[in-house]
């Protein structure tokens, strides 16, 4: 598995996974320079080359200067999230049908941001975190569990029968801003065009909604998402 660019890589170092080797433009500068230190203090292998060989071996041509190899990413199981928690109860996010990468690894990133414990996501009709999702993350999928399950209903049955509470976020329900959202809880968000299918939502205890002030009726699921988990670490504060 490769992983580019400065701030993915960065972070990457920052985690005890095993990092075969790096590729380092020649001449590092800057923030290339700090990642080469820190790849030194790991006895990391640094291989330079010349840019077009950074380019040829680059998935999305975003590598600025720095790919990493890595093994392929490693999931976590819901229990490895569940027994993460924290005092103030579990804080998990579940994407049903995230299919885009780049809302996946936005949603990583919120959520790693707002200390949630993990990330859970589908295996089928989902994407998956591959190396295009840990750069969009900017580093976050480094840092946070993920888990892949067979199924979202089931999970979501496991989650209620441990304590959780369980909200769906989607256009038509109540407002956010009354929800209580401390204690172990579980936020589910949806596909930009399905949104949270219909027997998941009616499984979860609440639906719930971001009031929306203007013109155009719905957000980006990532954006959503952010502002949902945001308004569950003020409440729990």
Request: glycine fraction near 8%.
């Amino acid at each position: 598995m490769k992983t580019e660019g400065r701030n993915a890589v960065f972070e990457l170092l920052k985690t005890d996974k095993n990092i075969d080797k790096l590729l380092l433009e020649k001449n590092p500068q800057g923030s290339l320079k700090a990642i080469f230190a820190e790849a030194r203090k790991r006895n990391i292998r640094v291989q330079f080359v010349d840019k077009k060989v950074l380019d040829k071996q680059s998935e999305e041509g975003r590598h600025q200067g720095v790919i990493a190899y890595t093994t392929d990413f490693v999931y976590s199981s819901l229990d490895e999230i569940i027994s993460s928690k924290g005092e103030k109860g579990g804080f998990i996010v579940i994407c049903d049908g995230i299919e885009d990468v780049h809302n996946l690894g936005s949603i990583i990133r919120v959520a790693e941001c707002a200390g949630a414990d993990g990330v859970v996501i589908p295996s089928n009709n989902s994407a998956s975190v591959t190396e295009a999702v840990v750069r969009i993350s900017a580093g976050a999928a480094n840092h946070i569990k993920v888990a892949k399950v067979n199924s979202v209903n089931r999970t979501v049955d496991e989650l209620k029968k441990q304590g959780f509470w369980l909200y769906a976020l989607e256009a038509d329900g109540s407002s956010i801003y009354d929800a209580d959202l401390k204690g172990d809880i579980a936020i589910v968000v949806g596909g930009e065009d399905s949104g949270v299918r219909r027997l998941t939502r009616e499984k979860c205890d609440y639906t719930l909604s971001i009031p929306l002030k203007g013109k155009v009726n719905s957000l980006n699921a990532s954006v959503a998402l952010g502002i949902a988990v945001y308004e569950a670490v003020r409440k729990r504060q």
